[in-house]
């Protein structure tokens, strides 16, 4: 088969214009990059159109590095929604140039399942990556100067929350010394980087409603604390102005196509093990103003992505999923199963049944939350029927709707079956109202310790002594208030990237707290978990190249 960079190669794109006009979306409005992206105006969201669209969250199972497929899945039901006659958009994060140069090489789906044109979506697109770091980091330059011009004047901090970021893995920026050099230079501190995907301000991106949110949360944003213990914000730095200026473009979410051209909205991009993981509001609803079926995803597994989308996302922007799709694959349940990663391509009846626990695990998690949930076997080439089949029977005596998807390979055909399970699910089964985690008046604690207990699986919560510094400094300065992001390995249920299958019984530690009083959520660091990745000894950079003018090696 060819590679996804060939497949979307052979796609002949159709202009923006056309996609935009096939579900109503006034052409004069576009902004266009190019032929083939534009960006939409906030303005054309229509709240009461949002209401009658079905949204569809897809979500997963633990991930292992063999790999899921979720974004192919959410693209591919996309597409099997519009085979079937149905009117369906998708709504997607941006990939950061982290991961892409890094392990995955890309995240644009896969196969005939693609967001396209990929070369761009994947590298840098409209510059909306490019925005959230120019504004994280001229926050962190006002505000070393203004420390610095107004030092002399008694002004200083007695802790400085900010860090800078970059789109980039790069571990050697985790802890560095700015100011060097001399007094010209500026005031001598330790900081560190974080990855762009991480920033308030990529949150803030993802949760503002409008122009004007945009701005409060942006003012709103917690920069470090006086020697009298008050928060200082951007708006005592005076320049949220200048911040929202760097930010307006990048508001408006982006219009692509798919290898069908179906429309998608790709907007937005935090990871789920170190932020909230959900493409942006704004997409997510423009997506639903001009469809009857949207489609979006929540990063990682379930218990990463799928929990902070129900407690954060659809807590603060009034949104009720109609269906939950969990996709799982062979190779990850035989890896949680207990079976190698060398040997999970072989067929293994009995790693792939014990692997099901983990499976059950997430079904279950969702069902608390109210939500109906379908299966989707995300197929791949060396699966065989027989492994289908045990994964089908087992659904079937959970009663949970089951459907193999063949979109790597057959586009919307092979996701006709997935597609048409949804649309009659949501008619006949569809999902409660949501039941959240915990309240907005829990503390701190009672909200890490309800997801820790009830959606990790832990018997026990430990907090390191600047962990409980900082959460009693939040709950003096009401940001108690706020839902939890908690920060820790994609890997497993525990804060151990080895426990595969279902971790039990152990102990979770907090080992840091970050406020985001803009985002308006409290970032919960958990066990090891670092906010800037680092490369892996044979990164994906090593194979991107450049041949006759066109870009190589992004899969």
């Keep these: 088969m060819k590679s996804d960079i060939e497949i979307a190669r052979s796609i002949k794109l159709e202009r923006i214009e056309n996609i935009a006009e096939h579900y109503g979306i006034p052409t004069d409005e576009l902004e266009n990059y190019g032929k083939f992206i534009a960006k939409v105006p906030v303005k054309l969201i229509d709240e009461k159109k949002v209401n009658k669209s079905n949204l569809i969250l897809v979500t997963a199972i633990t991930p292992t590095l063999a790999g899921i497929g979720k974004t192919t899945v959410s693209v591919g039901l996309t597409l099997g929604m519009n085979s079937i006659g149905k009117k369906a958009i998708c709504a997607l994060r941006e990939p950061s140039l982290g991961p892409c140069f890094g392990r995955k090489g890309g995240a644009a789906g896969g196969g005939y399942a693609q967001v396209l044109p990929m070369e761009k979506i994947n590298l840098h697109f409209t510059g909306?990556?490019?925005?959230?770091?120019?504004?994280?980091?001229?926050?962190?330059?006002?505000?070393?100067?203004?420390?610095?011009?107004?030092?002399?004047?008694?002004?200083?901090?007695?802790?400085?929350?900010?860090?800078?970021?970059?789109?980039?893995?790069?571990?050697?920026?985790?802890?560095?010394?700015?100011?060097?050099?001399?007094?010209?230079?500026?005031?001598?501190?330790?900081?560190?980087?974080?990855?762009?995907?991480?920033?308030?301000?990529?949150?803030?991106?993802?949760?503002?409603?409008?122009?004007?949110?945009?701005?409060?949360?942006i003012e709103n944003i917690t920069l470090g604390?006086?020697?009298?213990?008050?928060?200082?914000?951007?708006?005592?730095?005076?320049?949220?102005?200048?911040?929202?200026?760097?930010?307006?473009?990048?508001?408006?979410?982006?219009?692509?196509?798919?290898?069908?051209?179906?429309?998608?909205?790709?907007?937005?991009?935090?990871?789920?093990?170190?932020?909230?993981?959900?493409?942006?509001?704004?997409?997510?609803?423009?997506?639903?103003?001009?469809?009857?079926?949207?489609?979006?995803?929540?990063?990682?597994?379930?218990?990463?992505?799928?929990?902070?989308?129900?407690?954060?996302?659809?807590?603060?922007?009034?949104?009720q999923p109609k269906l939950t799709v969990l996709v799982a694959t062979t190779q990850a349940l035989k890896m949680h199963g207990g079976v190698a990663k060398d040997a999970i391509k072989e067929e293994n009846h009995e790693g792939l049944t014990k692997g099901l626990a983990n499976l059950d695990k997430h079904i279950n998690n969702l069902q608390v939350f109210g939500q109906t949930v379908v299966v989707a076997f995300n197929r791949y080439a060396n699966d065989t029927d027989a492994e289908i089949d045990i994964v089908r029977q087992h659904c079937k005596e959970l009663s949970i709707g089951f459907a193999v998807n063949n979109a790597f390979v057959e586009g919307g055909k092979g996701a006709e079956e997935l597609a048409r399970l949804v649309v009659d699910t949501i008619e006949h089964h569809p999902s409660a109202p949501l039941y959240p985690t915990y309240s907005n008046e829990d503390s701190i604690e009672a909200k890490i310790s309800k997801v820790a207990r009830h959606i990790y699986g832990a018997a026990t919560i430990t907090y390191s002594t600047a962990a409980k510094k900082k959460i009693k400094t939040a709950t003096e300065n009401g940001f108690s208030r706020f839902p939890i992001c908690i920060a820790k390995t994609q890997y497993s249920f525990s804060t151990d990237p080895k426990a595969y299958g279902v971790a039990k019984d152990f102990e979770f530690h907090v080992r840091d707290i970050v406020i985001n009083s803009g985002a308006e959520m409290v970032v919960v660091v958990a066990g090891d978990i670092m906010r800037m990745p680092g490369l892996p000894k044979a990164p994906q950079a090593n194979i991107i190249d450049v041949a006759d003018g066109k870009i190589i090696g992004l899969s």
């Design 225 to 319: 604390y006086t020697t009298d213990d008050r928060p200082f914000t951007v708006k005592d730095l005076g320049v949220g102005g200048a911040i929202t200026a760097l930010l307006l473009d990048a508001l408006s979410p982006n219009l692509v196509q798919t290898t069908e051209h179906t429309a998608a909205f790709v907007h937005g991009g935090p990871f789920a093990n170190i932020a909230h993981g959900c493409n942006s509001v704004i997409a997510t609803k423009m997506a639903m103003a001009f469809s009857d079926y949207t489609i979006t995803e929540a990063g990682f597994g379930a218990d990463l992505g799928a929990e902070k989308f129900y407690n954060i996302k659809c807590r603060k922007a009034g949104l």
């Design 128 to 217: 909306d990556f490019h925005a959230i770091t120019s504004a994280h980091n001229m926050i962190s330059a006002l505000l070393d100067n203004y420390i610095y011009q107004n030092k002399d004047n008694g002004f200083s901090l007695k802790e400085i929350l900010w860090n800078r970021v970059l789109d980039i893995n790069d571990r050697g920026l985790r802890d560095v010394v700015t100011g060097l050099g001399g007094k010209a230079n500026g005031i001598v501190r330790e900081t560190g980087f974080d990855i762009t995907p991480a920033s308030e301000i990529m949150a803030i991106l993802c949760l503002a409603t409008d122009e004007e949110d945009l701005r409060r949360r």
